[in-house]
Nanobody, 119 residues
């Protein structure tokens, strides 16, 4: 299993970024793919999740309505479209493979992509 994030960067508050996660070695018709983030000195926080079986999605309340998770199975790539970004969204974002969207643990995750939102 390999997960590699890209698309992070520096953006002003109110701006947008799209994160990508290239996957390999996993079945894209089973399990779930998630985005979680971790800011310095804080605990990891689940951001969004998509079930690979039926494309059901879930979002943290803090990002609902601003972030959209999607997957391109042909390209084996997971995306996170982030709009109306806020300084509190600043964190390292990770994509992760797990059994479903309610599990508290993941099987594997990528090295992360830094997102910095300036005020």
């Amino acid at each position: 299993v390999q997960l590699v994030e890209s698309g992070g960067g520096l953006v002003q508050a109110g701006g947008s970024l799209r994160l990508s996660c290239a996957t390999s070695g996993i079945s894209l018709y089973d399990f779930a793919l998630s985005w979680f983030r971790q800011a310095p000195g804080k605990e990891p926080e689940g951001v969004s999740c998509i079930m690979l079986t039926d494309a059901t999605t879930a979002y943290a309340p803090s990002v609902k309505g601003r972030f959209t998770i999607s997957i391109d199975k042909a390209k084996k790539t997971l995306f996170l479209q982030m709009n109306s970004l806020k300084p509190e969204d600043t964190a390292t974002y990770y994509c992760a493979l797990g059994p479903n969207c309610t599990a508290a643990t993941f099987y594997s995750w990528g090295p992360g992509a830094q997102v910095t939102v300036s005020s």
